[in-house]
């Protein structure tokens, strides 16, 4: 990517880096898949368009070599992975024994190395910010991916390679997810690893995959991991409540010394795969928040890595992740589109929900309109109950 440093208009406030490649510009994953969409191009692209990416503050980066990836996943699938890109196909074999080449997990040309490439952003992503900066790496955040098999449209996982390249340093690290779909994939690695705490906000799992858990109240067995199944529907103010309510009392009785988000965006009302009704401004809510409360480097920066993950509607998307990247650069961004921005958006192939009253607004505005809602019952039960069935996060946590 060539960013031109004469359109940076809005000057940073923060020491940020964005991390890409031109590898994303790629058709990936095929015509019919959900992630066969522009994502981190468009992104990227908004970004700029917005005059808000310096050459100073992107990172290119490269695919993973096999000795990084085999920190975390094995020889043998990291080796299968290269030999069908290599062969232009997926074998028998490693279809049945590593997930790959089916619709959930497709072949597609650099099927290997585009997702190596997210992958190495993550565990730079992760060195950028023991250097001092904060990192955001759009192309990561692929948390379901088990150390042998592909899982959930991921086929590496660079949110537990970015973690480990952070824990190889003796950091405590907190890993909150806000991806509408469970982070079982970080969260199953470091189930044995005290120093990482995984704090997963999600759809409930019993209507959304992976297919396994149950409903708000009930966090699963682990110590170290905090789960949040949530409810169809969900509105700001009950995604506010529940957050406000356990982010604050993970922060305390965890304490660690760098966070890592991942900010997958189907949480967000368009979106196709999401069942949940939250808006960008609840969305960049959070995202802030977290940026306030993290660890600092002695220069006040905060510790804080910042992942991409899911999200199907790529315009809802790439209006997200322009803010996200507005509020970990320090940049106040018009709400309003510019023109460059608006043309940009309207030149997307995407008419999925062309009938819905905010379609045209996805063109026009950065930010959606915000619809308040009750706080059911059940959401204020469960958050308690989160928190109750966590003692070392009730006993230290504040109410809120």
Not at 259 to 267: E, K, N, W, Y
Not at 294 to 323: E, F, I, K, Q
Request: glycine share 10%; net charge negative.
């Amino acid at each position: 990517m060539n960013v031109d440093v004469d359109r940076s208009r809005i000057a940073p406030t923060r020491r940020a880096v964005l991390i890409g490649a031109e590898r994303y510009r790629r058709h990936s994953y095929g015509d019919n898949h959900p992630l066969g969409i522009p994502r981190v191009s468009l992104t990227l692209d908004l970004i700029q368009a917005y005059g808000a990416l310096s050459e100073s503050e992107f990172r290119i980066a490269r695919p993973a070599t096999p000795v990084e990836l085999e920190r975390f996943h094995t020889r043998e699938y990291i080796g299968a992975l290269q030999q069908c890109e290599a062969e232009g196909r997926v074998a028998h074999r490693y279809r049945q024994r590593h997930n790959v080449g089916n619709f959930e997990n497709p072949f597609f040309p650099g099927f290997f190395t585009t997702p190596a490439t997210a992958t190495h952003g993550s565990i730079r992503g992760a060195e950028l910010v023991l250097e001092g900066l904060i990192a955001f790496n759009p192309a990561g955040g692929m948390h379901h991916a088990r150390a042998d098999a592909a899982r959930g449209f991921c086929y590496l996982n660079d949110p537990v390679l970015g973690i480990l390249r952070l824990r190889q340093e003796g950091l405590r690290v907190l890993y909150v997810d806000i991806d509408a779909h469970h982070g079982d994939g970080v969260e199953d690695a470091f189930r044995h690893d005290p120093e990482v705490l995984t704090l997963s906000l999600h759809m409930d799992t019993a209507y959304a995959y992976p297919f396994e858990g149950g409903g708000i109240g009930d966090s699963g067995p682990l110590a170290n991991a905090v789960n949040v199944p949530l409810p169809r529907d969900m509105n700001d103010d009950e995604y506010r409540h529940v957050f406000g309510r356990l982010w604050p009392a993970a922060m305390e009785a965890f304490q660690p010394a760098v966070v890592v988000l991942q900010a997958g965006t189907d949480i967000l009302s368009p979106d196709p795969l999401g069942k949940f009704r939250i808006s960008t401004q609840l969305f960049l809510e959070v995202v802030e928040r977290i940026l306030t409360d993290a660890p600092r480097h002695a220069d006040g920066t905060p510790r804080l890595l910042v992942l991409g993950g899911g999200g199907y509607h790529p315009l809802a998307l790439a209006r997200c992740w322009t803010g996200v990247w507005g509020l970990l650069s320090g940049r106040e961004l018009p709400e309003a589109m510019p023109p460059e921005a608006e043309a940009l958006l309207r030149a997307v192939d995407w008419d999925l929900d062309e009938d819905e009253d905010h379609f045209e607004t996805l063109f026009t505005r950065r930010v959606d309109r915000v619809v308040p809602g009750e706080v059911r019952a059940e959401v204020r039960a469960g958050a308690d109950a989160l928190l109750s069935g966590h003692a070392g996060l009730l006993v230290r946590s504040r109410r809120s």
